[in-house]
């Protein structure tokens, strides 16, 4: 089965361009998280997700990020403009129901110049 | 203080030897707790969920004490393929009336010969 998909592996731009980031949940889940783990504050929640509803965006550090999930196989996370403190792992995560384990994309490096 | 709390380690162990994390969380309405690891540059994989009458999956166990409010995981016969960071996730409540998943920033595990 395939398991939570995010795409690019690899980003890097220069910083106050446009920078989108792709998740294709596992199908049937109908949760679904967005991740930045840095050395310095590790693992932190930015937005989830619930029936493609956003439930909680708590941790979205500024209006430059946004995220949509325009249906249950689909979100991005974008950040417009970029700076060079975005830089980090993005993941994606997905679970069948909130209180269930989550499932991990690969993660997207993101780098801003 | 932190809402979820663990200490970062590392903790160096020779093969064989059996070792435990604490986690501990400040609100006492959570629910939901889990344990990940994570591989250097990896994305973090669920190891187990924790429940409250405590569970074991093999050289792994998981407790919940609710009454002072920590998890613990325990690893007996430690192999070299368990050295990694090791995640705790609360799903804390928050103000609006959701949960919020919340990791710790993880424990590193270190298994030598």
């Known amino acids: 089965d395939a398991g939570v998909i995010q795409s690019p592996r690899h980003e890097v731009t220069e910083m106050g361009q446009e920078v989108t980031l792709r998740c294709k949940p596992i199908s049937g889940h109908n949760s679904l998280f967005w991740y930045r783990q840095t050395m310095m504050r590790g693992l932190e929640l930015l937005i989830y997700?619930?029936?493609?509803?956003?439930?909680?965006d708590s941790g979205m550090p500024e209006d430059r990020f946004s995220a949509k999930m325009p249906n249950a196989s689909f979100s991005t996370l974008k950040i417009q403009p970029s700076e060079p403190r975005d830089s980090a792992v993005y993941f994606c995560?997905?679970?069948?129901?909130?209180?269930?384990?989550?499932?991990f994309g690969d993660g997207t490096r993101l780098s801003i110049l | 203080r932190k809402e979820v709390e663990q200490d970062p380690g590392p903790f160096n162990v020779p093969e064989g030897a059996t070792v435990a994390f604490n986690c501990t969380y400040s609100n006492s309405a959570s629910q939901s707790f889990f344990w990940y690891r994570q591989d250097c540059r990896k994305e973090p994989k669920l190891l187990m969920s924790v429940y409250s009458s405590g569970n074991e999956d093999g050289r792994f166990t998981a407790q919940l004490n609710r009454a002072s409010q920590y998890i613990s995981l325990l690893i007996r016969d430690s192999k070299l393929s368990d050295s990694a960071t090791y995640l705790c996730?609360?799903?804390?409540?928050?103000?609006?009336?959701?949960?919020?998943?919340?990791f710790g920033r993880g424990t590193s595990l270190i298994v030598h010969p």
């Open positions: 996730v609360v799903n804390i409540h928050a103000s609006g009336g959701s949960y919020i998943p919340t």
């Open positions: 997700f619930n029936n493609n509803v956003p439930i909680d």
């Open positions: 995560a997905s679970s069948r129901g909130f209180n269930q384990p989550q499932h």
